[in-house]
Antibody, heavy 118, light 108 residues
């Protein structure tokens, strides 16, 4: 099983940047599609971004495309989400997860909260 | 707005069975069986409880079962226990990377 631990969340002003990290331990990180999903306060789950095992294939939800960048470092078993031009509606708990295939997320981190506010 | 529709809430008494539905277009499910269900307790991360329509990961109680018919997938929880009170989300490989809106299960 893949263990995932997110970090980097916190308060940030509108328009500012923030970089989230997800440290993975386990044997399957380097061969797994990885994802970020977020959950706004009191709301449901929203997929944010995906990245292929080798990092060459990425995808984003429309609302963050051009502002967020997903990346990974397989040598360090780490996943990242570089967030820019942050808006109030980006306020959420951000989770990193592993896709075991066919949109099935079997490993989740504990989440890191991001609050965008002036 | 989720492509997959779930009831906002369901409830049941201890020992009873409840079913949570997840409805979409036929294209949201396709002809495959790649439907998953997640359980989320307050303040906790979601946890996979059903995958590929009706498979349980190791450690998940056999009180949880899934099914699919046409454009509706269902999660059934039998022998309700207080610990089952949580939010439940569905997802489908064909549904454009969207989750269902979530269903709050209350154990009366």
């Amino acid at each position: 099983e893949l263990q995932l631990v997110e970090s980097g969340g916190g308060p940030v002003q509108p328009g500012g940047p923030l970089r989230l990290s997800c440290a993975a331990s386990g044997l399957t990180f380097t061969t797994s599609w990885m994802n970020w999903v977020r959950q706004a306060p009191g709301k449901g789950l929203e997929w944010v971004a995906s990245i292929s095992p080798d990092g060459t294939d990425v995808a984003y939800v429309d609302s963050v495309r051009g502002r967020f960048t997903i990346s990974r470092d397989n040598a360090d078993n780490s996943l990242f989400l570089q967030m820019g031009s942050l808006r109030a509606d980006d306020t959420a708990v951000y989770y990193c997860m592993r896709d075991r295939g066919y949109w099935t997320f079997d490993s989740w981190g504990q989440g890191t909260p991001v609050t965008v506010s002036s | 707005q989720s492509a997959l529709s779930q009831p906002a809430s369901v409830s049941g008494s201890p020992g009873q069975s409840v079913t949570v539905s997840c409805t979409g277009l036929s294209s949201d499910f396709g002809d495959n069986n790649y439907v998953s269900w997640y359980q989320q307790h307050p303040g906790k991360a979601p946890k996979l409880i059903i995958y590929h329509v009706n498979n349980r990961p190791s450690g998940i109680s056999n009180r949880f079962s899934g099914s699919k018919s046409g454009n509706t997938a269902s999660l059934t929880i039998s022998g309700l226990q207080a610990e089952d009170e949580a939010d439940y989300y569905c997802s489908s490989y064909e549904a454009n990377r969207m989750f269902g809106g979530g269903t709050k299960l209350t154990v009366l």
